[in-house]
T-cell receptor
Framework: SAVISQKPSRDICQRGTSLTIQCQVD?????MFWYRQQPGQSLTLIAT?????????ESGFVIDKFPISRPNLTFSTLTVSNMSPEDSSIYLC????????????FGPGTRLTVL | KQEVTQIPAALSVPEGENLVLNCSFT??????LQWFRQDPGKGLTSLLL?????REQTSGRLNASLDKSSGRSTLYIAASQPGDSATYLC???????????FGTGTQLKVEL
C-alpha cells in the first residue's frame, strides 16, 4: 500500500493568513483527494486532484478558498486561504490505488487551529 | 445523495468481549465499502475493503460483512483488546465522481 506523508503535522495560525499543506506519496498515483474533518465530525471531501488537470471541487468548496496544486504523480498541495476560526480542522490527503473502486489510503493529517 | 450512518455512536466494552459495529447506507449502488480506524487526532488506517460482489472480508480478529441489497455492513471484532480503542469509520465508494462517503463513526473504548 502507498505510504503518504503530510507537512506540517499541525499548525496554529492567525486569522486572515494562509497555510499550504503538502502531501507526498511514495509511489505514482493518478488520483489524490483532500478531505476536511471538523472537530467531532466525520470526513468531508474538499476536492479531487488529478495530475495534469484542474482540481474538481465538491459543493461548498471553492478554488479561491482552497487552491490545490498537483505538479506530478507523487505530490500535491492544499492551501487554506484567508483563514478564520471556522477553518480549524484536520486536513487529510488520500490516494486511490488502481483505477475506480479501489482501496483508498490516507495520510496522517494536518491539524490546523486558527485563532 | 448517499448517506452513511453508523450505530452505535459510542461503545464501551470490557477487554475480551466480541463486538459488532454497524454501518448502513441509503444507496445500494456502491462499488465497494471500506472500514477505517482513526486514533485521536490522527489519520485513517484502512482495515478492510469489501468489493460490491463480495459478502465478507477477514483480517486477523476483524471480519466485515456486506449486504449490498439491504444497504448494511457490519464489522465484527473478536476478543477485543485495549489497543482496539479508536473511532471506526465506514465509507462507501460510489461512481459518478469517484468519491468516498463517510459514516459518522463509532467511538470504541475497550477497558481493562
Amino acid at each position: 500500500s502507498a505510504v503518504i506523508s503530510q507537512k506540517p503535522s499541525r499548525d496554529i495560525c492567525q486569522r486572515g493568513t494562509s497555510l499550504t499543506i503538502q502531501c507526498q506519496v511514495d509511489s505514482q498515483v493518478t488520483m489524490m483527494f483532500w478531505y476536511r474533518q471538523q472537530p467531532g465530525q466525520s470526513l468531508t471531501l474538499i476536492a479531487t486532484a488529478n495530475q495534469g488537470s484542474e482540481a474538481t471541487y465538491e459543493s461548498g468548496f471553492v478554488i479561491d478558498k482552497f487552491p490545490i496544486s498537483r505538479p506530478n504523480l507523487t505530490f500535491s498541495t492544499l492551501t487554506v486561504s484567508n483563514m478564520s476560526p471556522e477553518d480549524s480542522s484536520i486536513y487529510l490527503c488520500s490516494v486511490e490505488e488502481g483505477w475506480g473502486g479501489n482501496e483508498q489510503f490516507f495520510g496522517p493529517g494536518t491539524r490546523l487551529t486558527v485563532l | 445523495k448517499q448517506e452513511v450512518t453508523q450505530i452505535p455512536a459510542a461503545l464501551s466494552v470490557p477487554e475480551g468481549e466480541n463486538l459488532v459495529l454497524n454501518c448502513s447506507f441509503t444507496d445500494s449502488a456502491i462499488y465497494n465499502l471500506q472500514w477505517f480506524r482513526q486514533d485521536p487526532g490522527k489519520g485513517l488506517t484502512s482495515l478492510l475493503l469489501i468489493q460490491s460482489s463480495q459478502r465478507e472480508q477477514t483480517s486477523g480478529r476483524l471480519n466485515a460483512s456486506l449486504d449490498k441489497s439491504s444497504g448494511r455492513s457490519t464489522l465484527y471484532i473478536a476478543a477485543s483488546q485495549p489497543g482496539d480503542s479508536a473511532t471506526y469509520l465506514c465509507a462507501v465508494y460510489t461512481g459518478g465522481g469517484n468519491k468516498l462517503t463517510f459514516g459518522t463513526g463509532t467511538q470504541l473504548k475497550v477497558e481493562l
